[in-house]
């Protein structure tokens, strides 16, 4: 087992933004992505990037995301590599939490996406998936 988790590319982003109409308006008319899942009562809203599955923009109002999430990249890696992941993080000191911020030492499933996710936090408190 390397030290580290080996990416494979970039699966998503979020952003927390002020107006989340106007947001969804913006990113579904202006930028033409394609709406995945609106959750009212979450105020998010997601968007697939390219084909659907292989890449997603989530939307947050202020306040709202999980994990304190204000900025977000998750990225892509093969399942044994996920798998892997929290004894990989472990080695280096870092406990990911789960989905809900409690401690981890298995993925958190999406299954709208589909997608499992190792979450942790860079030096600066961003939130890495």
């Known amino acids: ?21 106007r947001a969804v308006s913006f990113y579904r ?5 394609p709406l995945a899942l609106e959750v009212p009562d979450r105020q998010a809203a997601f968007f697939w990037v390219g084909r659907a599955g292989r890449a997603m923009l989530g939307l947050w109002s202020l306040g709202t995301a999980p994990l304190g ?9 093969a399942l044994d590599a996920l798998l892997e992941a929290p004894q990989r993080l472990a080695a280096h000191g ?10 981890a030492t298995e993925p958190s499933v999406i299954g709208w996406m589909p997608a499992a996710a190792d979450y942790f936090r860079d030096p600066d408190g961003h939130l890495l998936e």
């Open 94 to 103: 870092v406990t990911p939490p789960s989905f809900f911020g409690e401690p």
């Open 1 to 21: 087992m390397a030290n580290h988790v080996p990416i494979r590319g970039l699966f998503e982003t979020h952003l927390s933004v002020r107006d989340l109409p």
């Open 29 to 33: 008319t202006t930028v033409g992505l």
């Open 69 to 77: 999430l204000s900025l977000h990249v998750a990225f892509a890696v």
